[in-house]
C-alpha cells in the first residue's frame, strides 16, 4: 500500500511543480497584463471594467498614446532617458571591467582592502544616503539640474556590484595562460586587456548591461531629487504630470508606462541570450 502511494506521489509531484509554476509566473506577469489590456481603453471603461480586454462603452482606442507622449513631452524626456541610461551603463561597465582585472591580476593589500570595502558599501541603502547627497551636491556644489552629475551618481551606486561580477568572471573563467601567450606575441598590458580579456567577459558584460540599464532606466527617486527643471526630467519622472491632486487619467498613465517599458524590454530581448552563454566555453574555444 505504501509502495502504492509512494510511487503515485512521485508521478504526481512533478504536475503540482508545474502547476505552481503556471501560479507564480501569472503573479509575476499579472501587473504587466493590466497595462496591456488597459492601454487601449477609455479612463471610463477602465475604471468600470479593469478586467475586460475591449472596453463596454468605446471600444478599442488608440487615443491614449498620442495623449500621452503630447503631455509629458516624450520625445524629450525619451532622450534624457537614453542618454542618462547609455552613458552611464557604458561607464559602469568599462571602469568596472578594468578595476575588476586589476584586482585579480594584483595581490596588493591596497587591492584586497579596496575590494573589501566595495564589497561592504553594497550593503548600505540608498536612502541613508539620499539627504546628504542632496544637500552637498545641491547646497554646497550646486551640482543639481545636470545630467552629468546623474550619470556620475549611477556610476558610483551600481560599480560595486558591478566590479564584485567583473571579479569573479575574471578570477573564476580567464585563464592566465591566455594572457601570458598574448605577451609573448608581443601585446603590452593595455593590449592584452581589450585584445584578449574583454572580449572573453561579453556574457558578464551582457547581464551587467541589462541590470544596470534596467536599473537607471526605471529609477524615479534619484533623479527625481538631482533634475528638477521640466525639460531634464527622464521617462519616469515625467510620468507625474498625469497625477493630479483631485483626479488621475489611468488611460495615460498606462499609455505612458507601456511606452517607458518598451525600450528595456526590447533591450533584454537582444542581450538575454548572452546570460546563459559560457565565459568558460569561450576560452577554450579561444
Known amino acids: 500500500m505504501n509502495e502504492k502511494n509512494n510511487a503515485m506521489a512521485k508521478k504526481i509531484k512533478p504536475y503540482l511543480i508545474f502547476a505552481l509554476m503556471v501560479v507564480i509566473l501569472f503573479l509575476i506577469i499579472f501587473p504587466f497584463l493590466i497595462v496591456v489590456v488597459n492601454v487601449f481603453k477609455t479612463k471610463a471603461d477602465i475604471t468600470q471594467n479593469p478586467l475586460s480586454i475591449i472596453g463596454v462603452s468605446s471600444g478599442f482606442t488608440l487615443a491614449n498614446f498620442p495623449n500621452a507622449m503630447e503631455k509629458m ?16 551603463t557604458v561607464l559602469t561597465i568599462l571602469f568596472s571591467a578594468m578595476c575588476g582585472y586589476f584586482i585579480v591580476r594584483h595581490n596588493w593589500k591596497i587591492c584586497t582592502t579596496l575590494f573589501g570595502l566595495m564589497i561592504a558599501s553594497m550593503v548600505i541603502p540608498f536612502q541613508v544616503l539620499m539627504v546628504p547627497l542632496v544637500s552637498v551636491y545641491g547646497g554646497t556644489f550646486g551640482l543639481l539640474n545636470h545630467r552629468l552629475t546623474l550619470i556620475l551618481l549611477h556610476v558610483g551606486f551600481s560599480v560595486s556590484m558591478a566590479t564584485f561580477m567583473f571579479h569573479g568572471a575574471v578570477h573564476t573563467n580567464i585563464p592566465l595562460e ?11 598590458k593595455w593590449q592584452t586587456f581589450w585584445k584578449i580579456v574583454f572580449p572573453l567577459l561579453s556574457p558578464t558584460i ?32 515625467s510620468t507625474k504630470v498625469f497625477y493630479g491632486t483631485y483626479s488621475t487619467d489611468i488611460g495615460l498613465v498606462m499609455a505612458a508606462l507601456l511606452l517607458a517599458m518598451l525600450p528595456i524590454l526590447i533591450l533584454y ?7 546563459v552563454k559560457g565565459v568558460t566555453s569561450g576560452a577554450v574555444k579561444g
Open 178 to 188: 591566455l594572457e601570458e601567450a598574448a605577451y609573448i606575441d608581443g601585446c603590452t
Open 206 to 237: 551582457a547581464t551587467v548591461a541589462i541590470i544596470d540599464a534596467m536599473a537607471f532606466w526605471n529609477d524615479y527617486l534619484l533623479p527625481s531629487l538631482i533634475l528638477q527643471k521640466k525639460d531634464l526630467y527622464t521617462i519616469p519622472v
Open 269 to 275: 530581448v537582444f542581450l538575454q541570450r548572452y546570460i
Open 73 to 88: 513631452n516624450f520625445w524629450n524626456v525619451f532622450g534624457n532617458s537614453l542618454i542618462i541610461t547609455v552613458s552611464a
